[in-house]
């Protein structure tokens, strides 16, 4: 935001050095870029914040320096005569989308002479880099520039049935604006029509066929308030972006609509002549009450560290616009005004207080008090995450949640529906949301192969997002992936390694699974405790291909809500065993479409109390077995808690896991 020392002057007296001024800016939120002389004025050039929308005017700025120096601000009340036929005789308003435009106002001017614009006025403009075009143009960019509040106008008798329809673009429809290019629309950008074609972009940019002319007479002021996302998407799809468009992305005063278009219509009738047709065309969604901020008066020394008199913090809310309601000496309520909606808690009034009053009277030691938060149960579940991963050799990854179509693929069989899109991401080929973590961490471990690190062993803990039912909101379950080279059974072992460190005291079941993701017959799903914990497997080598891999990868995405539910944070303690454990080695053969998961089931269920562990060890196929079979070699260890085991007692339970596994699944020793 450019603005000029002589343009400020009519509102604030401004008698300080411009360095002073610039100085306390910078000290209170506006920025200063530069400050350079044009033609015996002064362009200051402020970085305005995206929550200050109230300073992109010189009235906003002016109330500022007002606040700061202790200066009277110079009001101004627009009162412009009117005569003649109403305004409704002379044209019409329509909003057919109350939801992108809350607002819209129209006054008529008659008989307006348009010509140049007289020095002061081009002067102004041209010291903050607007080039001068005609009076009727000029004055409405320059009440723009006053006050925050964009405005159009319109040659009222080249509008086809002299009035306006705000409403969406109809499919194949274009505009030729007032830069002389022709757009193309879409249904979702917001138009201002006449009775038959869109005649402007609403908040980006009007039209050339309805544009103030030498000839034009009639003039329709525009004065609106729109749906800032709405302003956002039409302007970057279409790569138009306006000084009316950067102040309509952002929160505008609503109150200043109809000021504007008083001042305007009063600056018209000044400089251009021409009556001004009585009345106001407003058509308009109630405004939600504004709500007051309770302050408690002791919360600001304990924030700030130092103590402001209550009565010098009463001044400064009050002369920042805030209105002071009912309170008690330890506490008042404060009502913003309606240019500030960025105030909304009660630290935000503590900064404002902090930032007048003046940060250079805070001490540099002065101990603030603070009281460190406990750490929840996401945070200190990360904690242990990220430490067993690291001590397992993987390093911590963080990738984007806007994707390319060629990572967008989910990795679980709930996500096949299409991804959620967004249409302004500024990455023009990275516009889906991420349905999972492993492809973005696969193209990690790609990107480190072509930098000569081949063994990247890599995790991320992250949001995924899946279209919910019913709902414009996605469903966001937060995922644990890992990515390695590793092979199933390498990184099904840093799994269980992740578990034990959660103390996770759960058995960890794994389940055969087709998923388009994993090479057929190398994925599985895992059960912790009977629920769906998440996926494991090596990586497709189609897939792997695509991604330009070289090495194979194995990848497990784990839900992280479950892995929270079966953690047990404090640890139990368990006395080490004081008996020594008997080992007994099985060899047994099964169909070869028999799951290993399901043969170790029925071991626990009939092996009996002292077992206390099921270990796999080998599959065999081939060899003298036949081609529907395979031996299953698996470890059987037992321990009682309170004797040493006898050999006849484990050969008991020896022989009723074989029996059983024979009845079952009609399995044979292999010998």
């Known amino acids: 935001m450019i603005v000029s020392w002589n343009w400020l002057a009519q509102y604030v007296r401004l008698d300080m050095p411009v360095d002073i001024l610039t100085e306390r800016f910078a000290l209170t939120g506006l920025n200063h870029e530069s400050t350079s002389e044009v033609g015996g004025d002064l362009a200051i050039d402020l970085e305005v914040t995206s929550n200050r929308a109230d300073c992109l005017g010189h009235l906003g700025v002016a109330r500022e320096v007002s606040v700061l120096f202790d200066r009277t601000l110079a009001v101004l009340d627009p009162r412009p005569p009117e005569s003649g036929p109403a305004v409704t005789t002379r044209t019409g308003v329509t909003v057919d989308d109350p939801a992108l435009c809350s607002q819209f106002t129209a ?20 010291t903050i880099g607007v080039r001068p075009i005609s009076n009727i143009v000029d004055i409405t960019n320059y009440v723009m520039f006053e006050c925050g509040q964009p405005l159009h106008a319109y040659d009222l008798d080249r509008l086809e049935g002299r009035r306006l329809v705000v409403r969406r673009a109809r499919k194949g429809e274009t505009l030729t604006a007032i830069n002389n290019k022709v757009y193309e629309l879409t249904p979702e950008m917001l138009v201002i029509a006449d009775a038959e074609r869109p005649v402007g972009l609403a908040g980006v940019m009007g039209g050339l066929d309805t544009e103030i002319g030498a000839t034009t007479a009639n003039v329709l002021i525009e004065a609106a308030r729109f749906d800032s996302m709405s302003i956002r998407r039409t302007a970057r799809a279409l790569g138009l972006h306006s000084p009316s468009s950067y102040r309509f992305e952002r929160p505008l005063d609503p109150e200043r609509t109809e000021w504007a278009s008083r001042r305007c219509a009063e600056l018209i009738l000044e400089l251009a002549g021409g009556t001004l047709h009585p009345g106001l065309i407003d058509v308009s969604t109630p405004l939600p009450a504004r ?7 002791a919360q600001i020394p304990r924030v700030l560290g130092i103590d402001v008199p209550q009565p010098r913090v009463e001044a400064i809310l009050q002369d920042l616009g805030l209105e002071a309601r009912g309170g008690t000496s330890d506490w008042r309520e404060f009502q913003p005004p309606s ?14 207080v902090a930032r007048i009053h003046g940060y250079e009277h805070i001490p540099e030691n002065r101990l603030v008090p603070l009281a460190s938060s406990p750490r929840g149960l996401r945070e200190r579940v990360e904690t242990e995450i990220r430490g067993a991963l690291t001590a397992c050799g993987f390093d911590e990854a963080v990738t984007f949640s806007l994707v390319s179509d060629e990572l967008s693929e989910p990795l679980d069989p709930g996500s096949e529906s299409s991804p959620i899109r967004v249409d302004h991401s500024s990455r023009k080929r990275e516009n889906a949301l991420r349905r999972s973590l492993v492809p973005s961490l696969l193209a990690v471990r790609r990107h480190n192969e072509a930098y000569g690190n081949p063994d990247a062993e890599l995790f991320e803990i992250a949001n995924v997002y899946r279209p919910r039912s019913g709902s414009v909101l996605p469903e966001e379950p937060t995922r644990l992936s890992l990515v390695s080279g590793r092979d199933y059974l390498g990184l099904k072992g840093v799994v269980e390694a992740l578990l034990a460190r959660l103390h996770a005291d759960h058995d960890l079941e794994v389940r055969p699974v087709a998923l388009p993701y994993f ?8 059960l912790l405790g009977g629920t769906h914990l998440g996926y494991l497997g090596e990586v497709d080598p189609t897939r792997l291909t695509a991604l330009e891999l070289r090495g194979a990868s194995s990848a497990v995405e784990l839900e992280l809500d479950v892995l929270m539910a079966k953690a047990i944070l404090v640890p139990l303690h368990h006395p080490l ?9 099985l060899s047994l053969v099964v169909a070869r479409s028999l799951a290993w998961s399901e043969l170790a089931r029925a071991v626990r269920d009939v092996a009996g109390p002292t077992l206390e562990a099921v270990l796999y060890l080998d599959t065999f196929r081939g060899g003298n077995l036949d081609n529907d079979r395979q031996s299953l070699h698996f470890g059987l260890r037992f321990r009682h808690p309170a004797r040493t085991l006898t050999g006849e007692e484990v050969e008991q339970a020896i022989q009723t896991v074989i029996a059983a596994c024979a009845d079952r699944f009609g399995a044979t020793l292999r010998t």
Not at 291 to 297: F, Q
Not at 577 to 585: G, K, L, S
């Open 577 to 585: 065993p004081p008996f020594p454990a008997v080992m007994r080695d």
């Open 339 to 352: 240019w500030r909606s960025d105030l909304e808690r009660e630290i935000d009034l503590i900064e404002e």
């Open 519 to 526: 090479a057929p017959g190398r994925g599985a799903e895992l």
């Open 291 to 297: 709500s007051s901020i309770k302050l408690r008066y």
């Open 107 to 126: 006054r008529v001017i008659s008989g307006v002479k348009v010509g140049e614009s007289p020095w002061w006025l081009r002067k102004r403009l041209e």
